[in-house]
């Protein structure tokens, strides 16, 4: 497998909308949707009728084998990936991740130490619980945790994208804006009267700033050897003529995308030891409150993180909870020693649009990106080389889509209440 970097710039609005389940409201993604990206590839080829891809009336080829195939392109989310680092200066980041569920911050004023509030004052910093929630269910204690800086509450940090740059932490987002249109009489050429709405959309740039710039988005396409070079020249060649999301034709959706072709890394062994040696640090420190209830077993130790929103099935029932069953299957690895100790995750429905179809598409229940799931195992070398797949492919289905990208031991359960970020 290879992948394929995407840089997304936004050259105007983005209408990237979701309409919930019984709602009249058309509400504005803060991304752009993998099923987005890979809707607006297909649609490029399509129109073109590019030789380098032959159609699906010529019994299948490189089309099919990207889009149709049982081993098909998988075309991972895009997130914002742009942070002011002066007052009109800005960064790309290379890498964006999403915040765990288990992240906490002080409820007056939450957000990483480098972000201010708004009068102006520094916020208080972002921890981790994983680690001490896992030992306060051990000691059988209540974990109540207050903010490290005042004292006092703590909730969810409210931060979705971050980035790390200089063992620093930083928010990353997408501003948003109404769009007001008026509807045009086919007849007489003229505005309709009473016929007045509003698009909500992503901003194309910084545009508070002096010199704003354009706003950038990263994502990746995972997909086979054989058709990588070609996928990653026919978006190079046409980096100006795709189009994202909808109302394209009121001038909406314009992106310029650059590709390239990066190597598959694989440092999840790594991630899984230097999480285990935290782990049984944090545990130590724990004794200074005497003999627990149950001790922690000697096991090797793993999360999976949720890095999109995921479409878990079990027992043909939707589920927001990965079962040791569910992960033995997902990634093809029989061991009877799995156990999970804790699941941390939320739920809503997603459903959208299918342009080549022209249908909507069915309401799925999803969970939500953040999730957190821990597991433990006696047979750690069974899990390295399967759960460094999992990162590439996904767990649970639509994983093509951009659902169900899920990383290994994410950094920021290492970030402990005394040293927030």
């Known amino acids: 497998m290879k992948r394929i970097e995407l840089e997304i710039k936004a050259l105007s609005p983005l209408a990237i909308s979701r309409q ?17 990206i890979r809707g607006a590839v297909a649609s490029e080829i399509l129109k073109q009728s590019n030789q380098q891809f032959r159609d699906l009336s010529q019994n299948g080829g490189d089309f099919q084998a990207l889009f149709l195939s049982d081993n098909p392109a998988i075309f991972q989310n895009a997130y914002p990936n742009i942070r002011k680092i002066e007052k ?47 030992c306060a269910d051990c000691y059988s204690y209540p974990y109540e945790p207050n903010c490290p800086v005042d004292g006092g509450r703590v909730d969810s940090p409210g931060i979705t994208f971050y980035s790390v740059f200089n063992d620093k932490y ?7 804006r109404l769009l007001t249109k008026v509807g045009i009489n086919r007849k007489r050429a003229i505005s309709e009267d009473e016929i007045l709405y509003s698009i909500e959309v992503l901003n194309e740039s910084e545009s508070k700033c002096k010199n704003p710039r354009p706003v950038n988005y990263i994502s990746s396409i995972i997909v086979t050897e054989a058709l990588s070079k070609l996928l990653k020249n026919f978006i190079s060649e046409n980096s100006l003529n795709f189009r994202i999301g909808g109302s394209s034709s009121r001038g909406l959706g314009k992106v310029e995308i650059n590709a390239e072709i990066v190597e598959i890394t694989n440092n999840t062994q790594t ?15 724990w004794s ?5 209830i149950k001790e922690l077993q000697q096991k090797t130790y793993f999360t999976l993180d949720l890095q999109s929103d995921a479409i878990l099935n079990e027992n043909w029932q939707r589920t927001t909870v990965i079962s040791p069953s569910m992960l033995q299957q997902f990634a093809g690895v029989d061991d009877s020693s799995l156990e999970i100790h804790a699941a941390y995750s939320s739920y809503d429905y997603r459903s959208g649009w299918n342009s080549a179809w022209g249908l909507m598409k069915d309401v799925e229940l999803v969970t939500n990106k953040g999730g957190v799931y821990l597991f433990s195992t006696f047979y750690p070398e069974k899990w390295y080389a399967a759960l460094a797949n999992l990162e590439l492919t996904g ?27």
């Open 20 to 36: 919930k389940p019984g709602g009249s409201v058309s509400e504005c993604e803060d991304y752009i949707p993998g099923s987005v």
């Open 88 to 134: 009109d200066d800005f960064k790309l980041e290379e890498e964006v991740k999403i915040l765990p569920t288990t992240a906490l911050s002080s409820k007056t004023n939450p957000g990483f130490k480098t972000g201010k509030n708004c009068n102006g004052d520094k916020c208080n910093g972002v921890f981790d619980t994983l680690f001490d929630r896992l």
């Open 170 to 176: 930083y928010k990353l987002s997408a501003q948003k």
């Open 271 to 285: 991630k899984i030891e230097l999480f285990n040696s935290k782990l049984w640090e944090r545990w130590k420190r």
């Open 288 to 292: 200074i409150f005497g003999n627990s």
């Open 395 to 421: 767990v649970g289905e639509r994983t093509c889509e951009g659902f169900g990208q899920v990383e290994i031991c994410n950094e920021f359960h290492l970030v402990m209440r005394e040293d927030a970020v």
